[in-house]
């Protein structure tokens, strides 16, 4: 197949399914679907105007429909310097990675006809491809429905280009949305063309046939080499070798338990990626996050989402990542009653931020900068998460935003210094929250621990289990609180 040299480059297509990604996760403190598909709405146009980006401000939003249930999304955008291109972008994975693969309710398959073909898609691509086709935007001027809508907005454009772009989750849904739309009926003649990335399979040899026959106006199914994702179901075994040097190595959990438990999720079915052309990205795994690279599970599956992630990609097509949601880096004071003035730390802040603890909704807070917020405690009980949202995402929890009502101060450890030695080393173990009597465990080793001050403890490194991985985590228990684990608390036996 020749593509159109006039074709849209991997960048603008994968910017387009990025910024599918906005506003995904719903407020902690609870939304309506309305609410939080206006918040998506708007943070989609922000991110469509956004000349910084691959698209550089020539796309406009022209539908979009959400799910009953959030759990899938879709836009259609129209590019609007006179290129006569548009494009129908499904929505990725909302949660985990290895979640989603799990999700996918693939050891059943049932038949997708199409074109007056009928070939085999695993059950959940079919759930997720019927609530795709099923969404409505009542709000657009183009229609309701998703092929409704298209219809209307290629009567004026003749011969136009509709690319169908997703990745993850959503490239996997955009093989068989792309089927589907080239099999409809128009009267203007359009062409059609995929662009996916990090796509998981949808169907059988028979889907991946049927997808190759078609004369698609281009085919883009772009894998970054070290992204587990885009494995499945095929060839999942591969990943039992991962990663290469500087690691992080998979340990026998992730070689014995977890990878052979996801791959038996498919059961006797063979899925089958479509064939395409286009380069593997990142072949000698030269991209890859450095603050995970110890042979932990914690860090194989912490690499897993930095290797899957949109960022990862746009950076391996060298282009330009998107502002991100918020992100919480610290709060101050961590303990506090209702009413207590809290300062919230962090990045990707702005006038329209909402604060949440746990799921009970703080009043608006005051932006101080695009760094900083302060709130009010609203009324509470227990230890809560602190987290922002605005149009263009909800944080993550962290563990240094957690503000507990009435005390005492949550424990976290924050490092561990050096983070490898022999039997009877001294470590020094950074954190918060370490006021009283703790007890510092390496894996589930008790270790002696001398209290230093509220955020430092000396330990004497413990005599490592032969049962347990050489790394290790380092946690530290007071207070009735036990630290969570986290790749800044892992700790190396090299002896």
């Known amino acids: 197949m020749t593509e159109d040299p006039n074709a849209l480059p991997p960048g603008v297509t994968m910017t387009l399914a990025a910024i599918a990604a906005t506003g995904a996760v719903p407020r902690p403190s609870g939304e309506a679907l309305a609410v939080q598909k206006q918040r998506i709405l708007d943070g989609i146009v922000q991110q469509l105007s956004d000349r910084s980006l691959a698209t550089q401000g020539n796309w406009q939003l022209a539908w979009l429909g959400l799910s009953p249930d959030n759990a899938n999304m879709a836009y259609i955008a129209k590019e609007t310097t006179g290129s006569n291109q548009f494009a129908v972008v499904v929505r990725g994975t909302v949660g985990n990675e290895i979640d989603t693969m799990e999700d996918l309710d693939v050891g059943t398959v049932v038949p997708f006809t199409v074109g007056g073909q009928s070939v085999s898609v695993s059950k959940g691509a079919m759930t997720a491809f019927t609530q795709v086709v099923a969404m409505t935007d009542e709000s657009s001027e183009a229609g309701p429905g998703l092929v409704q809508a298209l219809a209307a907005l290629l009567k004026p454009a003749p011969g136009a280009t509709v690319y169908v772009v997703g990745h993850s989750l959503g490239g996997c849904i955009a093989t068989m949305l792309a089927l589907y739309l080239q099999a409809q009926t128009w009267n203007d003649s359009p062409q059609f063309a995929v662009s996916t990335f990090a796509a998981p399979t949808a169907g059988l040899q028979d889907f991946a046939n049927l997808f190759n026959s078609v004369k698609w106006a281009v085919y883009q199914g772009y894998v970054n080499k070290y992204d587990i994702v885009p494995l499945a179901w095929a060839s999942l075994d591969t990943a039992t070798g991962w990663y290469p040097t500087p690691g992080p190595a998979a340990t026998p959990a992730v070689k014995d338990i977890l990878i052979p438990g996801i791959k038996g999720l498919s059961g006797p079915n063979q899925y089958v ?102 709130a009010i405690a609203p009324a509470g009980v227990g230890v809560v998460d602190v987290r922002v949202t605005n149009n263009l995402g909800t944080s993550p929890a962290v563990p240094l935003g957690q503000f507990a009502y009435g005390g005492p101060e949550p424990v976290v450890v924050t490092g561990i210094v050096p983070d490898n030695g022999k039997l009877g080393a001294t470590v020094t173990i950074n954190g918060v929250g370490f006021n009283g009597t703790p007890t510092v465990y390496f894996g589930n080793r008790t270790a002696t621990a001398t209290p230093v001050s509220p955020t430092q403890i000396k330990a004497t490194v413990p005599l490592p289990d032969p049962l347990q991985p050489k790394t290790v985590d380092v946690r530290v228990r007071v207070n009735g609180y036990l630290s969570p684990t986290a790749p800044v608390d892992e700790f190396t036996h090299t002896g």
């Open 273 to 374: 990626q479509p064939t395409t052309t286009a380069p593997t990205l990142n072949p000698d795994y030269k991209a890859y996050n450095p603050k995970v690279v110890k042979s932990s599970t914690e860090d194989f599956l912490a690499q897993i989402g930095f290797q899957h992630a949109n960022p990862t990609y746009l950076k391996l097509l060298n282009s330009p990542v998107p502002a991100p949601a918020p992100v919480v880096d610290s709060i101050s004071p961590r303990v506090g009653a209702p009413g207590t003035q809290i300062t919230i730390t962090g990045s990707g802040f702005d006038s329209e931020s909402m604060v949440d603890f746990g799921t009970v909704p703080g009043v608006p807070p005051n932006f101080v900068s695009d760094t900083q917020l302060t």
